[in-house]
Structures are given as structure tokens and as C-alpha cells.
């Protein structure tokens, strides 16, 4: 069975410009999540989606970050503008089950770096 | 709030020996569950060990295994036999069920270094 797939590994941009991360989950897998980790941090959850709609995204700074999941698989995490705060890994995380306690499985992630 | 506390930012344990990482939570809920993850140097995420809130029995997957203490709000995961691969960062982690809507709540994380 295939993981969860992102895409770039790597990314530097410098502050202002604009930036855009892709993730294909699991087969199957209706929910997917977004996180942001910081160095040295654990990963902060930015949005999930089931299957095409968003159920919660109360930490996405929503004034530059969007988020969208249009067919219900894959989904895109933009930045507009970007600021030096923005540098982090971006992880996709997918899980099977609707409700809320299926177990999520991690992309390799998108490193950022803002300069 | 949910909280996760891990209180040994890093440890250091050499081939063969046994190692016990640290976790706390903080919550009102009764139905939850608990995970381990290990996050290698590549940094992919991988899930460790899970347990469920409801069940008395310790979880163990191999030379993982779990110390669950509900009362005491206390999940700490040993590793028998440590090997130079489970050199990485774990990171403990909670969820608890909203509807649909779920989060995961992850602790600041331990760095373990398996040593020759």
C-alpha cells in the first residue's frame, strides 16, 4: 500500500512571495490533515478536511495560509505572502476511518525555509 | 485544554539496553486515545504504539510497550533491546473524539540516541 505522498521535499523561498505544497493520501483514506511543525516543536494541526469539506481549521492563520481538497483526494496548502515565522516542515497526515480516532499516517513532509 | 507534556527533551541509551520515555496529559475527557510517534532523521512520521483510554491492558507492539497510569494521567513507552535504528525523535500524542472533527495534541518530543 502506498503512503501518503508530498511534494516538494524542499523549499526556499524569500518573505512576500508565495508558496504551494501538495499531498495525495491513502487510497481510500477520507480525512486528511494538514500540520505545521516547527523546529524543535511537536506538529501543530493547520486544517482537516473529510473528504472535500473542511471540519476544522481553527489554527490555519486564514489572513495567508488556504487550504483546499476540491475532488476529495488530493489537497493543497498555499502561503500568501510568506514571512520568516512561516519556516517549518509542513506534514500531510491521512486516516481511513470518518469519525475521529482512526489512527493518521504521515507524508515525508515539506521543508520550508523563508529567508 | 488538552496538553501533552514530555519532560526529557533528550536521552541517550546504548545497543541492547532498555529505555523508558517520559509522558503526561492533561484532560477532562474519559474516552481517548494515546500514541507514540518515532520521527526518524528523514522525518517521516511513524506511528509506534497506540492505546486505547477504555482498556486496562498495556499495549505492546515487540520490544515497545506502553506503561498507561489513567488515573494518574501518565503514558511512558519503553524500548527492550534498543537497537541503533530507533535512534529518532518521539513524540507522544493524544486524541479525543469532537464529531467528526479530531485533533491530534503531540508533546514536545525526546530525542533518543541509541549509542554503540
Known amino acids: 500500500e502506498a503512503g501518503v505522498a508530498q511534494s516538494p521535499r524542499y523549499k526556499i523561498i524569500e518573505k512576500r512571495q508565495s508558496v504551494a505544497f501538495w499531498c495525495n493520501p491513502i487510497?481510500?483514506?477520507?480525512?486528511l490533515y494538514w500540520y505545521q511543525q516547527i523546529l524543535g516543536q511537536g506538529p501543530k494541526l493547520l486544517i482537516q478536511?473529510?473528504?472535500?469539506?473542511?471540519?476544522?481549521d481553527s489554527q490555519l492563520p486564514k489572513d495567508r495560509f488556504s487550504a483546499e481538497r476540491l475532488k476529495g483526494v488530493d489537497s493543497t496548502l498555499k502561503i500568501q505572502p510568506a514571512k520568516l515565522e512561516d519556516s517549518a516542515v509542513y506534514l500531510c497526515?491521512?486516516?481511513?476511518?470518518?469519525?475521529?480516532?482512526?489512527?493518521?499516517?504521515f507524508g515525508p513532509g515539506t521543508r520550508l525555509l523563508v529567508l | 485544554a488538552q496538553t501533552v507534556t514530555q519532560s526529557q527533551p533528550e536521552m541517550s541509551v546504548q545497543e541492547a539496553e532498555t529505555v523508558t520515555l517520559s509522558c503526561t496529559y492533561d484532560?477532562?475527557?474519559?474516552?481517548?486515545?494515546l500514541f507514540w510517534y518515532k520521527q526518524p532523521p528523514s522525518r517521516q512520521m511513524i506511528l509506534v504504539i497506540r492505546?486505547?483510554?477504555?482498556?486496562?491492558q498495556n499495549a505492546t507492539e515487540n520490544r515497545f510497550s506502553v506503561n498507561f497510569q489513567k488515573a494518574a494521567k501518565s503514558f511512558s513507552l519503553k524500548i527492550s533491546d534498543s537497537q541503533l535504528g530507533d535512534t529518532a525523535m518521539y513524540f507522544c500524542?493524544?486524541?479525543?473524539?469532537?464529531?467528526?472533527?479530531?485533533?491530534?495534541?503531540f508533546g514536545t518530543g525526546t530525542r533518543l540516541q541509541v549509542t554503540l
Open positions: 478536511f473529510q473528504n472535500n469539506g473542511v471540519v476544522d
Open positions: 492505546q486505547e483510554a477504555y482498556k486496562q
Open positions: 484532560t477532562s475527557e474519559n474516552n481517548y486515545y
Open positions: 500524542a493524544f486524541i479525543f473524539p469532537t464529531g467528526t472533527a479530531s485533533k491530534l495534541t
Open positions: 497526515a491521512s486516516s481511513l476511518a470518518l469519525g475521529s480516532l482512526g489512527t493518521q499516517y
Open positions: 487510497s481510500g483514506h477520507a480525512t
